[in-house]
């Protein structure tokens, strides 16, 4: 198990409180996630790799290699600039690497928060997911790129047979399966006391969103991840369990506007 808490760099100065921590589970040989946690540049991702043990662990860690090295920003537009950049490069290093592999399958999903003064985006592709607490709810903003999830907009399935159907795991999209990642985007306004929490499906197979919404409110950043991760663990943690968990905490009143490019698609904020 590795854990994160809040950064030492800049204390006093970042208006962020963070906590990290990810867990190979009870049942899976090898950590097949990666996470990515740089508060002092507004940006939080969790990637879970799929293709087996080696090249599932390395298609994560791919994906977080580039995240981790987008670096300061000058604005909102130009942090999601990078990120896109990261995340081609990542898919292109990962399509270079099936084919090396005579075509073994491997990809990531992503899920990334980037926060830029008062405004946050969130960037995802498959099933890791991203909540935001707020004013005493919880609210997934993130949309699963599953099999499942396409039968239940369409009336096919209920949610609750979603839950327990066998393909619920099956993603539609990922990093690296194709030759451009389709990324979709929400962004709104951040506010004081806001939480905001990315998992890998390892949390969301075993616990509640009112027992996420119950915890992250009653502990801090790194208790919380702690504790999720242990209630995972004591109901039998079937996958590799990855949570980050970020609290906003200082008011400012500068204003910015998240710039979505072609590759993405803006979803409409609640």
């Known amino acids: 198990m590795s854990d994160l808490g809040q950064?030492?760099?800049?204390?006093?100065?970042?208006?962020?409180?963070?906590?990290?921590?990810?867990?190979?589970?009870?049942?899976?040989?090898?950590?097949?996630?990666?996470?990515?946690?740089?508060?002092?540049?507004?940006?939080?991702?969790?990637?879970?790799?799929?293709?087996?043990?080696?090249?599932?662990?390395?298609?994560?860690?791919?994906?977080?290699?580039?995240?981790?090295?987008?670096?300061?920003?000058?604005?909102?537009?130009?942090?999601?600039?990078?990120?896109e950049a990261a995340v081609l490069q990542a898919n292109a290093e990962i399509r270079r690497r099936i084919a090396?592999?005579?075509?073994?399958?491997?990809?990531s999903t992503l899920a990334v928060l980037l926060v830029h003064d008062r405004h946050f985006a969130c960037v995802w592709c498959g099933d890791s997911r991203i909540y935001l607490v707020r004013a005493g709810q919880i609210l997934q903003l993130s949309r699963d790129h599953t099999e499942v999830q396409d039968l239940v907009e369409r009336g096919v399935l209920t949610p609750a047979e979603a839950?327990?159907?066998?393909?619920?795991?099956?993603?539609?999209?990922?990093?690296?399966?194709?030759?451009?990642?389709?990324?979709?985007?929400?962004s709104g306004e951040i506010e004081d006391g806001d939480v905001f929490l990315l998992c890998s499906d390892g949390l969301t197979e075993h616990v509640a969103e009112d027992e996420i919404l119950a915890t992250v409110e009653e502990r801090g950043a790194q208790q919380a991840c702690n504790a999720l991760l242990q209630l995972t663990l004591q109901r039998g943690a079937r996958d590799n369990v990855t949570v980050i968990v970020m609290r906003y905490t200082r008011r400012e009143n500068r204003t910015t506007r998240w710039m979505p490019n072609m590759r993405m698609q803006e979803t409409d904020t609640p």
């Open 163 to 186: 839950k327990v159907s066998p393909r619920r795991h099956v993603i539609t999209r990922a990093i690296g399966v194709h030759e451009q990642p389709e990324l979709d985007l929400d």
């Open 100 to 107: 090396e592999g005579n075509g073994a399958p491997m990809g």
């Open 7 to 83: 950064n030492d760099l800049g204390r006093t100065a970042l208006p962020f409180e963070t906590g990290a921590v990810s867990h190979v589970g009870r049942v899976r040989s090898a950590n097949e996630d990666n996470l990515v946690v740089r508060p002092e540049f507004g940006i939080w991702a969790v990637a879970d790799g799929m293709g087996g043990h080696e090249n599932g662990a390395l298609a994560s860690a791919t994906v977080a290699a580039a995240i981790e090295n987008i670096g300061p920003t000058g604005s909102a537009p130009d942090l999601l600039a990078r990120l």
